[in-house]
């Protein structure tokens, strides 16, 4: 039985972000992020072996490319991201709201 779920609620406020995957299957994985104005530790890169379509469904965001610079994103806005692409969080507002699909 397909079960409806809503992508804004089931959200407890944190001082920290959260990864809620909703599903992981056949090389793609889902995922919701709540950041709460989380950044990436000073030095930090992610360095993925998957490529991440992400799109910001709330708040704002900055994300930091290694060889591309600052992009500043507000609800809406999408990009994907390389494999080993090395980027970090700059900002994220209170009430950032990610979704994530991970694909090789």
Same mark, same amino acid.
């Given at each position: ?10 959200? /407890? ?34 360095? =993925? /072996? ?11 965001? =900055? ?42």
């Amino acid at each position: 039985m397909i079960g409806v779920k809503n992508v804004f609620e089931d959200i /407890e406020p944190s001082d920290k972000e959260i990864i809620e995957k909703f599903i992981e299957k056949d090389g793609i994985r889902i995922e919701r992020i709540a950041s709460f104005s989380d950044r990436s530790e000073g030095g930090f890169y992610y360095d =993925q /072996e998957e490529y991440e379509f992400v799109v910001l469904i709330k708040g704002k965001a =900055q994300l930091f490319f290694e060889n591309k610079g600052k992009f500043d994103l507000k609800a809406g806005d999408w990009l994907i991201i390389e494999p080993h692409e090395r980027h970090r969080v700059e900002y994220t507002s209170k009430d950032a709201l990610w979704l994530c699909v991970f694909f090789r």
